[in-house]
């Protein structure tokens, strides 16, 4: 704590005192106050001429807010897929309990190296995984592939699912082992134990993160439209670039709304099933 | 009586490789021959000797810190002993693979003292995963996700029996401490064991239900010839529903026999407060 605290005083006097800089000028002052100023009246009709077949401007934000979505689900499914699989190798609750006793000489040695050594593979492939930001990682793809849903997708996918491993097998070894001993005294497996007592114990936890990052997902899916894929990024830069201050509201109040209905939808569920 | 652990069978070697295929099926058999347990460089049990016969009946007594919890979970192959060794129907358990010994672990029901149930898992679940030992992984998404309605009625089935039988779609943590200690025993009893152990069952409900569930149990495990060891530190409980008892204290057993000959000075022996940071006087008879 104290550590954080003393590199944080070092950080400010090395960039010295950058929130002086953060008063503005006159000319900035200026454009903040007319963004600021179409806070309240989003634009409900395009601030500029468009061609006849452009539908109207909030069906269009719908559709952005949907393929965000979609782009969100996407990368989020495949993250999940990653997570679960590599939060239960980066996990040792379950092999590391193992009881050794009457198991063969070469059983016992192969416990004490490949258990270990699968954790270390899994550990190091989440940190790399997670140290690139979803942008970075979206940059290389468009460098390697082009505008390519893909490369999106997994951009998404892969920080997110590095995240997912890291924070799922901490909550799991955290978590109660009361349960899995139990099952493991009933004769179950390290995978059994590991998906029926392990996981169901830290179960609501898991819950609530999976949906705090889905959120995350959908606010990273936005954003990557500024590279050009099709979300409400894309179309926020659009009227940016135009100055059309009004219709960036718009958009940005499509992303909210998205956000809220993804909280009480997440919420919904979870006073269903876990509370 | 005041004797040590009594003598061991000699008729049935625990390392007898043929013994075994004449165990009785329904019923498990125990051998411990100069157990020692040492937990981090402290001795949680010394050469326990003792030998439990399919079917019989005994209770565990001691104070706390005794023993009696590391002595159950060698029965039921948790742990290995550091010294010495376990039997179960007849077989030694360090000459088994970890498949030997899951099967093992598989038909002995252990009812733990902090009942180790999932909360947020529906009673069902948390019944039929007493059936997880004898699964592949496959057949146990299945079992514990959709599963068939035979394992439904056999889950019920016990669940009446233990007296919560309206319970099997709650949620495990909207139970009683009491109802949760029976989803505890029905989980126990869903692994269809040869044997069931339970630690110290009475230690968190109040007295008129620690006895009517001592009493089930032991109904139970006559009705179903299981063999039955319980560790339990009420002397009065032990006494009333257990034919044969044991004295643990400090790690070592003290006394061993049927109850009818365990006399007052053992007891008073057993709690005496030398060397104890926690006694029961009361409890004395």
């Known amino acids: 704590m104290l550590s954080i605290v003393v590199a944080g005083f070092a950080a400010w006097l090395t960039l010295d005192a950058p929130l002086a800089k953060l008063v503005p000028q006159e000319g900035g002052l200026r454009i903040a106050r007319e963004f600021f100023a179409r806070a309240v009246t989003p634009a409900l009709d395009y601030e500029s001429p468009v061609p006849e077949s452009t539908p109207h401007i909030l069906i269009q934000a719908l559709a952005a807010a949907r393929r965000t979505l979609v782009f969100a689900a996407a990368g989020m499914s495949l993250a999940l897929v990653l997570g679960i699989v590599l939060g239960f190798f980066a996990t040792s609750a379950w092999w590391a309990g193992e009881s050794s006793g009457g198991t063969s000489p070469l059983r016992r040695a192969l416990a004490r190296t490949v258990g270990p050594a699968v954790w270390t593979v899994s550990r190091v492939l989440i940190v790399v995984m997670r140290s690139v930001h979803e942008l970075l990682w979206a940059v290389l793809f468009l460098a390697a592939f082009g505008l390519n849903t893909g490369g999106a997708v997994a951009a998404i996918a892969i920080p997110y699912g590095g995240t997912l491993a890291k924070i799922y097998s901490e909550m799991i070894e955290e978590a109660p082992r009361d349960a899995a001993l139990a099952l493991r005294g009933a004769g179950a497996g390290p995978v059994q134990v590991f998906f029926f007592a392990l996981v169901p114990r830290a179960g609501p936890d898991l819950a609530a993160y999976t949906f705090y990052r889905f959120e995350c997902a959908v606010r990273s899916a936005a954003v990557l439209g500024f590279f050009g894929f099709p979300t409400l990024g894309y179309a926020i830069a659009q009227s940016f670039e135009n100055l059309h201050y009004g219709e960036v509201w718009t958009y940005m109040y499509a992303l909210i709304l998205l956000v809220v209905a993804i909280e009480v939808w997440s919420g919904a569920l979870r006073r269903r099933f876990v509370a | ?285």
């Open chain 2, 1 to 285: 009586m005041n004797s040590s652990a009594r003598p061991l069978s000699t008729s049935v070697s625990c390392a007898d490789p043929e013994a075994w295929r004449q165990a009785r099926p329904g019923s498990a058999a125990f051998e411990l021959h100069g157990a020692g347990v040492v937990y981090s460089g402290r001795a949680a049990l010394a050469e326990a000797s003792l030998v439990v016969d399919p079917g019989e009946a005994l209770a565990l007594v001691g104070p706390s810190g005794a023993g009696k919890t590391t002595l159950l979970r060698l029965l039921n192959a948790s742990i290995a002993p550091t010294t010495g060794s376990v039997c179960v129907d007849y077989r030694r358990l360090d000459a088994l693979d970890a498949a030997a010994l899951r099967a093992v672990r598989a038909r002995i029901g252990f009812v733990h003292q902090d009942l180790a149930l999932i909360p947020n898992y529906r009673v069902l679940a948390n019944v039929v995963a007493g059936s997880l030992g004898r699964m592949s992984f496959a057949a146990s998404v299945r079992a514990m996700l959709f599963p068939r309605g035979a394992d439904v009625e056999r889950a019920a089935a016990i669940l009446e029996r233990v007296g919560i039988g309206e319970k099997l779609y709650q949620r495990t943590d909207s139970l009683s401490g009491g109802q949760r200690q029976r989803v505890a025993l029905a989980r126990a009893l869903y692994q269809e064991p040869s044997a069931l152990l339970l630690d110290e069952p009475v230690s968190s409900v109040d007295p008129a239900r620690a006895r009517d569930l001592v009493d089930l149990v032991a109904d139970i495990s006559r009705e179903r010839g299981l063999t039955l060891v319980v560790s339990i530190h009420d002397i009065e409980l032990a006494r009333t529903f257990f034919p044969r008892l044991v004295g643990l204290r400090g790690g070592r057993i003290v006394f061993d026999g049927p109850t009818a000959s365990i006399g007052a000075r053992d007891l008073a022996a057993l709690y005496s407060l030398d060397g104890l940071e926690r006694v029961e006087p009361a409890r004395i008879a």
